[in-house]
């Protein structure tokens, strides 16, 4: 809903029931500006209309609490609440917010103002002396001025266009649902923006919390509510991924960033694909008013729209080391590796972060099977980061056998079952080009007597090793030389075996 009206430098805009002044081209343009659409009203401003009668071209809603009083053309309403009942009728007629003007008095701007996210102006650059005021905006956090004309002069009144908009700097984004059918939550959108009132608009959401949309968000100013987000992960493992943005108000940078944040903060996914891509940063107007649809990058372009992407939120990366077999796929959170895994050609890969990645790269199939390996390391962030590039090195002097390895990359001391980091210290032992069986291992940790016992144990262990190759559970074997137990697969395990132990026969002094 938006008011227009025409004030002096102290928000004066009448006396004696009378406008403060008349000028030609202003009446004109408010004409232009509210043509189509429906103008709202109080009893006494009508009485300043000529000859007391509706304003043509438009719907004509006056309220009076006197029920007997009809006007033709005019829909009288008896408080606020009938009048949102009627806006909602004009919404489903489809009139948009932006087509509802409040035209005073200053009766009716004053109670209508929550409501309202824009204010057009006419600033007349005169003291005249006033009985009626507008909500002075010079004194209102929630407003601020988005446009000004130059001044004009008409009959030696000097005044000139302002547009304020209602901003919301502090925002809290409170999930609402998680279900499918995006189509049918977007179709919602509309709905959404028409009604009227915060009660009504949380009826609507939840109504879809019992239908639609996959994660819809409330995003909150305080106890209100003004405007949704739509977002669709999981349409990130498809070909794009949707984030619709629909905000009554406008949004400073400061609220779009706490948006993303929190968008960032619980779809790890999200934003590893925005990794994945260039960085480009789309919102870089100071506001943004309005619905705010962008999609993100598609997996054959990387060129189509990214949305808000924030390099101050970079926390990690993944990086894809190739190798015979494969890839070695890697996890960093920018201080140290968190997970390392091997990805075969032809396996499909699960993780969706990685996943995502390699479709950017265009290494998937669609079953998202692995259909090719790259031919250098690379990482979703435009440069590896530290983590990633030692591990590069390590992986280059691993598979290229140097005889010396460089230290290995930091691992993240992230919490392990206890059990678990001691046979993951114990594997950090063995030599390279060197095995022990499951039980020879668990001797080591619990005695000979036990050892038979916890063998399974440290082969449940190795399997689930976050830091395949790093830490060399592919060093231990089955009692009977059996190849189990390796989280990359039996193949991985015994190609790396072979690799170490034929690179260890070649350094033997001849
Ligand atoms: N500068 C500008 O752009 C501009 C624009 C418009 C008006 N104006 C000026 O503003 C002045 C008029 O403003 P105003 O504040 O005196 O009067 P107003 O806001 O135009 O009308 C007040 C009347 O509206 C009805 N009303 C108010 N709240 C209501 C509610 N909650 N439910 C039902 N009815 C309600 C009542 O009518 P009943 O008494 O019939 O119950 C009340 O007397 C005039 O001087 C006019 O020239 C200036």
Redesign the pocket.
């Given at each position: 809903m938006r008011s227009?009206?025409?004030?002096t430098s102290d928000y004066?805009?009448?006396?004696?029931?009378?406008?403060?002044t008349h000028i030609s081209s202003d009446l004109k343009r408010f004409k232009e500006i509210t043509l189509g659409g429906a103008v709202i009203?109080?009893?006494?401003?009508?009485?300043?209309y000529p000859k007391q009668k509706a304003l043509l071209g438009r719907v004509n809603l006056?309220?009076?609490?006197?029920r007997e009083?009809s006007e033709p053309n005019i829909k009288t309403?008896?408080?606020?609440d009938?009048?949102f009942v009627e806006i909602d009728a004009l919404r489903r007629r489809g009139f948009s917010g932006d087509d509802l003007f409040v035209?005073?008095?200053?009766?009716?701007?004053?109670?209508l103002h929550p409501f309202v996210n824009e204010v057009l102006i006419?600033r007349i650059d005169e003291q005249f002396e006033?009985?009626?005021h507008?909500p002075n905006l010079d004194q209102d956090p929630d407003f601020v001025r988005t446009d000004v004309s130059d001044w004009y002069v008409e009959k030696g009144v000097r005044f000139r266009y302002e547009t304020w908009r209602r901003v919301v700097d502090q925002v809290t984004l409170e999930a609402t649902l998680k279900k499918d059918r995006l189509a049918l939550a977007r179709r919602n959108v509309a709905e959404f923006s028409q009604a009227g009132t915060v009660k009504k608009r949380l009826e609507i959401l939840e109504d879809w919390v019992q239908k639609d949309g996959r994660f819809v968000y409330q995003l909150r100013s305080g106890e209100d509510v003004f405007g949704f987000l739509l977002f669709a992960p999981e349409v990130l493992g498809a070909d794009t991924a949707t984030v619709v943005l629909h905000s009554d108000l406008s949004l400073t940078k400061n609220a779009l960033g706490t948006i993303f944040e929190t968008l960032f903060a619980e779809h790890q996914a999200l934003y590893s694909l925005l990794l994945a891509t260039d960085e480009r940063v789309l919102i870089d107007a100071d506001l943004l008013p309005g619905i705010h649809t962008a999609t993100l990058p598609g997996i054959d372009s990387t060129s189509r729209l990214i949305i808000g992407t924030r390099s101050d939120l970079a926390r990690g990366a993944v990086g894809f080391f190739p190798f015979e077999l494969g890839l070695v796929a890697l996890k960093s959170d920018g201080q140290a590796l968190t997970e390392v895994e091997f990805l075969q050609l032809g396996q499909r890969v699960e993780d969706s972060v990685f996943k995502m990645a390699l479709k950017v790269a265009g290494a998937l199939n669609k079953q998202n099977g692995l259909k090719k390996t790259v031919d250098t390391p690379f990482s979703s962030s435009n440069r590896p980061d530290e983590p990633l590039q030692l591990a590069f090195d390590w992986l280059t002097a691993y598979f290229e056998k140097k005889s010396e390895l460089p230290p290995l990359p930091p691992l993240s001391d992230q919490a392990l079952p206890p059990f678990m980091t001691k046979v993951l210290d114990a594997l950090k032992d063995i030599p390279y080009g060197e095995h022990l069986t499951y039980s020879e291992l668990a001797e080591t940790l619990v005695g000979r007597k036990k050892a038979n016992d916890y063998a399974r144990a440290v082969g449940q262990a190795c399997a689930a090793n976050p830091y395949a190759l790093f830490i060399p559970c592919h060093r231990v074997i089955g009692n009977r030389g059996e190849l189990v137990g390796f989280s990359g697969g039996i193949q991985v395990k015994d190609y790396l075996l072979n690799l170490e132990l034929m690179t260890r026969l070649s350094r033997r002094p001849k």
């Open positions: 227009i009206v025409a004030v004066g805009i009448g006396l004696d029931g009378r406008l403060l009203y109080g009893r006494k401003t009508l009485e300043t006056m309220l009076t609490r006197n009083l309403v008896d408080s606020l009938a009048l035209i005073g008095g200053a009766e009716i701007y004053e109670q006419t006033a009985d009626r507008f």
